[in-house]
Structures are given as C-alpha cells and as structure tokens.
C-alpha cells in the first residue's frame, strides 16, 4: 500500500473521530445548553457527517485500492447509522466505523455493570445494550442466544417495555426499572 493512500486512510479516520468527538461533546453538554441550542449544534454536525460521506462516494467512484474501499465503505456506514440514528452513542458509531468488535463487547459490558449497579438507569442500559448488540449484528459477529433473545424481546417488547427472564425463573430487575421509569416519565408529562 502506498504511503499516500496510508496517509489519506489516517485523514479519513481523523475527519470521522473529530466528528464523533463532536457529537460525544454535544451529548457530554446536553444539560448546559438548552434544547434549540443543542438541536441546532446536533444537526449542524450530522450535516457535516452528511457531506462527508458524499465526499467518500465520489472517492469510492475513483480509483483507488480494494481495501481503501473498504475502509471508505465501512466509514461510510458508520455516517450512515448516525445520520439515521440507528447509534446514538458516539462510542458505538466509533467502534462500528473501526470494526472493533472487542470494544464493542467490552463497552457492552461496561453498560451492563454500569445499569446493574445503577450508574445508568435500566431503560437507558436497555437501549444501549441493544445499540451494541445492533453493531455486532452489523458487523457479522456471532450473537450468543442469550442475545439473540433479548434483541428478539427487546423488539417485540416496544423498546423498553419488556421484562427478561433469567434462568433462576426471576424477573431481570433492570427491566422492571425501565418499566417503572417509562411510567414514571408518562405520569409527569403534561397532558
């Protein structure tokens, strides 16, 4: 491989993570900005993303080495995902770019500690831990059934409102929570 497709592969990969690093940032203060704000900003950089990947296309349509393709292919499903907010965490849309299946699992396991002992709440995990299993689906990675079913669940259960059952013929806790907490949200609306 030449050095100029090294080094355009490096800008290509540097352009994505400065756009994910904005979206990580634009999430990170979400709370400090109010919510035009934050739209506003959010869009602007899904705009960006938009423009990037029609950059990627007319360089697919030139020449260009079989695996630079892919890279660029595999980039542009990443923009793909978070324009169409398939992912919503910049970390997954970043692994997924990457194809780092490994991140993704061990992410995965950092959302599910992070849910069991309530550092997130069990609807937020609950999305997440579909987003991640959702990626490696994405890549071709096997699912244990485990995750399988809960994707299957989590599906037919309207998102949030599901309750997974576990081998000790108890209730996942974490789900009742989400449960709890969509209710919740629901009661405090104003109607």
Request: charged content about 30%; some cysteine.
């Amino acid at each position: 491989m030449s050095a100029e497709t090294d080094k355009l592969r490096n800008n290509l990969h540097a352009q994505l993570e400065r756009l994910l690093d904005q979206l990580t940032d634009l999430d990170q203060s979400k709370d400090d900005m109010d919510e035009n704000e934050y739209n506003e900003a959010r869009q602007d950089t899904v705009d960006q993303l938009e423009e990037f990947s029609k950059s990627l296309e007319k360089m697919k349509s030139g020449e260009g080495g079989l695996s630079l393709l892919d890279e660029v292919q595999r980039i542009q499903n990443a923009i793909k995902c978070a324009i169409s907010q398939a992912f919503h965490t910049p970390e997954v849309i970043r692994f997924f770019a990457k194809k780092q299946p490994v991140q993704l699992r061990n992410h995965l396991a950092e959302i599910e500690r992070d849910t069991k002992i309530g550092k997130i709440n069990g609807a937020e995990g609950a999305r997440q831990k579909k987003e991640i299993l959702d990626a490696l689906k994405k890549l071709g990675e096997p699912l244990t059934i485990d995750e399988e079913m809960y994707l299957k669940q989590y599906s037919e259960g309207g998102n949030i409102h599901f309750a997974k059952m576990n081998d000790t013929s108890g209730v996942n806790v974490n789900a009742l929570s989400a449960v709890a907490a969509k209710q919740i949200e629901n009661a405090r609306a104003p109607r």
